[in-house]
């Protein structure tokens, strides 16, 4: 384990150094377009998708600094890129201070900074103490910053999220900078403004981050067009603009520019097919980018297959029905009539365009909307049983749940004619042993043994620790 307590005077004073200089103007090279660190999205093939088209700086995805440091496989590819992937920032997430180090020493030959996330708002970030729920721990993230930006030789940089209250906001973002954080990104929303309550991000609260403290400042927050980027720089007067949905439903958003879906979603296959990513990424970017034209009707069974397949054939197969459904329109061949009676002028849905949430007031409306539909629904009133009783809208759930699937058998007859070899219970149908997952466990525990069935991995484990034990060893060395 690296010792990050004894930290010499030269390592101060190469802190020192590195707060002195301006992060953004002499490491970056001042970018103004900021692609935000999206987990499960912003991987090597979509950087560079971005980069292409006038973002000036990517973010990886956000990375568990405990798996990043045990799990070789996890680390090589997090830290995929290429030539044309800089500059780049490594964003980290975690609550120990000597794992974050360990974590940012493996990292710091491939990028350009660290990050340390300070604002995600997700469940799991709850769980796992980290993300927006450190900011309640303010000796906790002093201390982390400081281990870190004494640790390593390149910036710190960390992004976060405001309070409600704009003076405490300015204090969070004073000790961040004070504990030597060399620039922060100041999302202007809260924890709490997530999913379907997201509203407005306060660019009142970023600009007063920007006025108070010494360090570079990103915003991020409300950033849907090139327009939004600049009259959020102007207003607020801080470096550069990041954004996150915005990019990922228009890669085009920082020229300015709103192309055909087809277009985007072609270049980044091809950038695919040279830096391989997980099927389920390629589907989740394909699905925003085709957002407004996967929504209308007649285009159900390429959404279908979207979902269903996983393949690069599959993928290509739906752009290009997509495209040539929809390419007539766009050349002026065919005229295309969306049949409403909205004058607004907007874009056709096969361009790339930002997706527009409802405010957290009327997605309320909605709902109350929806259960008050549902309790007055007469389909419910008059749904009732062999006796007579009405049917809960629980009882009601699980029978059309088993109405879906006739030919699924129970698992009480799963219980009598396939047990696991060693106890009563039903074994697994994938398990190479004939056991339940408990015996499966417990087989492979003893035995050093692997159950890629039950994901029971022993014998996997056993030697990733040896591995992680070796690499730990070698870094301790060199320290």
């Not at 996983?310 to 969306?338: I, K, N, Q």
Request: charged content about 25%; glycine content about 6%; hydrophobic content about 35%.
């Amino acid at each position: 384990m690296i010792d990050v307590m004894e930290t010499g005077t030269a390592e101060v004073d190469a802190t020192f150094v590195k707060t002195e200089r301006n992060i953004w103007r002499d490491v970056l090279g001042s970018p103004r377009y900021v692609i935000a660190p999206m987990v499960d999205a912003s991987e090597l093939a979509w950087r560079l998708l971005s980069r292409r088209h006038g973002s000036q700086l990517c973010y990886t995805p956000m990375l568990h600094s405990s798996v990043f440091c045990r799990d070789p496989k996890y680390r090589r590819e997090a830290l995929a890129s290429s030539a044309e992937d800089r500059p780049l920032i490594v964003q980290f997430c975690g609550n120990d201070p000597k794992i974050l180090l360990e974590a940012a020493l493996l990292a710091e030959p491939h990028c350009d900074a660290i990050d340390i996330n300070l604002g995600c708002p997700q469940a799991i970030a709850k769980r796992g103490h980290y993300g927006a729920f450190l900011q309640d721990d303010w000796e906790l993230l002093r201390n982390i910053v400081r281990i870190l930006s004494q640790g390593i030789k390149i910036p710190v940089t960390c992004k976060l999220r405001i309070f409600s209250d704009i003076n405490k906001t300015i204090d969070y973002a004073r000790m961040l900078e004070d504990a030597g954080a060399a620039m922060l990104t100041v999302h202007g929303r809260t924890r709490d403004q997530k999913g379907p309550f997201t509203g407005l991000a306060s660019w009142n609260h970023i600009k007063a981050v920007r006025e108070r403290v010494k360090i570079p400042v990103l915003a991020n927050g409300n950033i849907q067009t090139v327009q939004d980027a600049e009259r959020c720089m102007k207003e607020t007067n801080v470096e550069g603009v990041m954004s996150a949905e915005g990019n990922l439903y228009n890669p085009c958003i920082f020229e300015g520019r709103y192309p055909p879906a087809w277009e985007p979603a072609s270049e980044y296959l091809d950038l695919v097919e040279r830096y391989p990513a997980p099927s389920s990424f390629i589907r989740g970017h394909l699905f925003k980018l085709f957002q407004h034209i996967l929504c209308l009707a007649g285009n159900e069974e390429a959404r279908a297959n979207l979902a269903r397949n996983s393949t690069m054939e599959s993928f290509r197969g739906v752009v290009e029905a997509l495209r040539t459904r929809y390419l007539p329109y766009h050349e002026g061949l065919m005229l295309w009539d969306d049949k409403s009676n909205d004058y607004n002028l907007k874009l056709p849905p096969w361009l790339c365009q930002p997706y527009v949430r409802d405010s957290p007031q009327k997605h309320l409306i909605k709902v109350e909307a929806k259960k008050s539909e549902q309790e007055n629904s007469t389909i419910k009133r008059n749904l009732k049983d062999e006796d007579g009783n009405e049917i809960s809208r629980k009882r009601l759930k699980k029978l059309r749940r088993i109405a879906r699937r006739p030919n699924r058998q129970s698992a009480s007859v799963k219980r009598g004619s396939d047990l696991c070899t060693s106890c009563p219970n039903p074994l697994g149908y994938k398990c190479e042993y004939k056991l339940c997952r408990q015996c499966c466990r417990a087989k492979c525990y003893q035995e050093n043994l692997d159950c890629a069935g039950h994901r029971n991995l022993a014998k996997t484990r056993r030697q990733m620790a040896i591995q992680f034990a070796a690499e730990r060893q070698e870094i301790g060395n060199v320290i």
